[in-house]
């Protein structure tokens, strides 16, 4: 067993490798590599691939492309323009008007496509023409795009909750029913920011339009039946028990596909977009997870877990001074790495630490994922930033990064209410699965 001062050696070049530039599969794959040269010899070595094979044959790991296709007919199915008219109609009184159409329309998404950047560039391309010559603050519309799009890794089905679950041997669907409470408060403390700008200045919201007739706004109501069906077949055979997460992946395809068959959109040239866009997706998610699933390995053959665990407990430190380290750790960690590449990359090294202080694998999967949430919009890398920027096409980036501002506060205002009151992420994984 190696000492936790070379494991700590190992993390930082690990970090400045990723820091470099360098492509997230390779760096990990590198450090296991050399890990296995220096400590374990040529077993260990060629030992790689039995697991990429185990990691890629993970039945779990099914799910990721089950649940990017499922985005994908989302998008080509003709659905988000619906229903972001039909929650405009609702969500517009509001003072911010329009701006928490964004928020609930990202919400909405978040929920049957479980990946930030599709929801970013989904309601992006939906949501800015809205704002044309109506007077809102562009910084605050950009905001409110960029930082709702961040629930899509929250609110279930989500991608990082996957791998995050395959990595720690976490239940995936605890992790579900863990993410859904936090996923709509944030959507509320979103929301209670749109507010509270918008009445402290009103210039930040456009002038107050009338609303629909209440007939009209009934009718399209449901145009939101097609991503709640969806939600309730995907989440509901989970929580009742019916199927696996992967299993309820597989189901949501098919209703999916049913539902772009009724809207008149499915054909051979919208499914061949579809495939080509989730291989696309998933190969570059499988070669990330199966490098990590080699390190794993590697850190755990050297003993880098064991000695980690051991000297945080020689040292005492409590579960709350450990995730105020953290939440520092992944909030600087975040501004030079990618949200997925900074989940997979730390989990082999900072999950036996959470584990040996006592905290609750389901509870730090959600903070963790609040922590990747907070990952997407913080500069100089933040990638919502860079996808809002990308369709709005023109001006500086740095409107879109001022607009995020307000709401990274409240993200960090929800890690605290986490910690102080944990059961908002435990409470509904025990009702549905204890």
Known sequence: MIDAGTAFAGFVLLVAFMALGLHIAFVMFAIAMLGSVLFLGMPAVMNFGNQFWGATNNFVLVAIPLFVLLGEILVRGGFTDRMYKAL???????????????????????????????????????????????????????????????????????????????????????????????????????????????????????????????????????????????????????????????????????????????????GFRMLHESFVSTVSITAMIMLIAASAFYLNFVLGLMGVPQALANYVKEIGASPGALIAILTVFYLILGCFLDALAMVIGTIPIVFPLVVAVGIDPVWFGIFLVVMAELALITPPVGMNLYVVQGIRGEGEITDVIVGTLPFLLMMLLLVWLLWIWPDMALWLPRQSFD
């Open 88 to 266: 405009s109609d609702w969500l517009s009184p509001m003072p911010g008007g329009l701006l928490h159409t964004n928020i609930g329309a990202s919400a909405m998404f978040a929920a049957v496509s479980g990946s930030s950047v599709a929801t970013a560039a989904t309601i992006g391309t939906v949501a800015l023409p809205s704002f044309r010559n109506r007077g809102y603050d562009e910084r605050l519309v950009l905001g409110t795009i960029a930082a709702g799009a961040t629930l899509g890794i929250l609110i279930p089905p989500s991608i990082n909750m996957i791998i995050y679950g395959a990595m720690t041997n976490t239940s995936v669907g605890r992790l579900y029913a863990a993410g859904v409470v936090p996923g709509l408060v944030l959507t509320g403390l979103f929301m209670l920011v749109v507010i509270v700008l918008c009445k402290w200045r009103p210039a930040f919201a456009g002038p107050v339009e009338p609303p629909a007739p209440l007939r009209v706004r009934l009718a399209r109501l449901v145009d939101l039946l097609p991503p709640l069906t969806i939600f309730a077949a995907v989440m509901g055979t989970i929580y009742l028990g019916w199927a696996t997460p992967t299993e309820s992946a597989a189901i949501g395809v098919v209703v999916a596909l049913g539902l772009a068959a009724a809207n008149g959109k499915l």
